[in-house]
């Protein structure tokens, strides 16, 4: 199966092209510029570069959040476009599971994905390997660092694999507040390039999900955006 799969979730952008789980090519950039004005055209020039014809394209694969609303926005919206142009299928998957798929280590231990979620929590969510396969210990969530270290305490025998966005923030407020009383995390930091989201992970997430037209996708928020949250306060009905 070849898969084209979108990454926008977050500050950084990026595009894939995967057949039957290997990687055949990869753009990445995290230099802030618009999603709208970035991952078309990394499209465009990956399948060009890969002699990619569109007619092959199996699937289109896009992390649907939790993430930035504005990137999960464009995503899903690029992603729908695609795939009604092409006429085929399209997988909308958890931004935390295609983490956990793209950073690549398989040892023993607690993969926990932590994207700034703002508001003083992150998006989060618990994983490991098992039997070969990826085992979802906790399910996506906004939860506060105070919540989070509280849980991760339950698994201090364990490495605690931390990537994403929030990693360096996440690891920083651990270190200083799961130390007592001998309960001292053991916590690894990822290299900053294998800690963001890429579109590679969300291809291998793809894999394992079930595809779905296009006009069934919907983005995967966790929490009210910004305008829901001002219009619930002046007890007003959202368009957004």
């Excluded at 919540?147 to 339950?154: G, T, V």
Aim: charged content about 20%; overall charge negative; proline content about 5%.
């Amino acid at each position: 199966m070849l898969i084209l799969a979108l990454e926008s979730s977050v500050k950084p952008a990026s595009m894939a092209a995967c057949l039957d789980g290997k990687l055949l090519g990869q753009y990445f950039q995290n230099n802030g510029f618009s999603h709208s004005r970035t991952l078309l055209t990394m499209a465009q020039a990956l399948m060009k570069n890969l002699d990619i014809d569109p007619g092959d394209i199996d699937l289109i694969a896009v992390a649907r959040g939790p993430g930035s609303f504005t990137g999960v926005r464009i995503g899903v919206s690029a992603a729908k476009g695609l795939a009604w142009g092409l006429d085929i299928p399209v997988c909308g998957v958890s931004t935390l599971e295609a983490m956990a798929y793209g950073q690549g280590d398989r040892s023993p231990g607690l993969i926990c994905p932590v994207m700034d979620a703002r508001r003083n929590q992150v998006y989060n969510a618990l994983f490991k390997w098992g039997d070969d396969r990826l085992i979802r210990v906790a399910d996506d969530r906004a939860i506060s660092l105070e919540e989070l270290a509280a849980e991760l305490l339950r698994f201090n025998e364990l490495p605690i694999m931390l990537i994403g966005d929030g990693a360096a923030i996440a690891c920083e407020y651990l270190k200083c507040n799961t130390s007592t009383a001998g309960q001292r995390l053991n916590l690894i930091e990822t290299p900053e390039l294998l800690r963001y989201q890429t579109a590679f992970g969300v291809a291998l997430a793809a894999m394992k999900s079930e595809p779905i037209k296009a006009a069934d996708l919907e983005p995967y928020y966790l929490r009210p955006s910004q305008a829901e949250r001002l219009a619930a306060s002046r007890g007003q009905v959202s368009a957004v």
